[in-house]
């Protein structure tokens, strides 16, 4: 889950308009993280370690919410729905 909360808070530091966008770059940034770290031993400059966390603290992330507001569940639906998207591609 704190993957998802942080993919989640990524989203939320940018326009609601670039959130569907910024949820599916995450997600592919994290898998070129992940194949990188799994070839190399090393993790990934700017995407991280190859999770959704690593790849949403090279984007940025905003501060986490107190409550989980309106918008953060937005975000997390867009990041939940790019995750099941991308897995069927898989």
């Known amino acids: 889950m704190a ?5 989640g808070r990524a989203l939320l530091a940018v326009a609601p308009e670039s959130r569907a966008y910024m949820a599916g770059a995450l997600v592919r940034n994290a898998c070129v993280a992940d194949r990188f770290r799994e070839s190399t ?3 990934h400059a700017q995407f991280g370690d190859g999770t959704l966390a690593g790849a949403a603290r090279g984007a940025g992330m905003s501060a986490e919410p107190p ?3 309106p918008d953060f569940a937005k975000a997390l639906i867009l990041v939940l729905q790019e995750l099941v998207e ?3 591609h898989h």
Do not use: N, Q
């Open 3 to 7: 993957d998802l909360s942080c993919a």
């Open 41 to 43: 031993g090393v993790r």
């Open 67 to 69: 409550t989980c507001t």
């Open 86 to 88: 991308h897995g069927s």
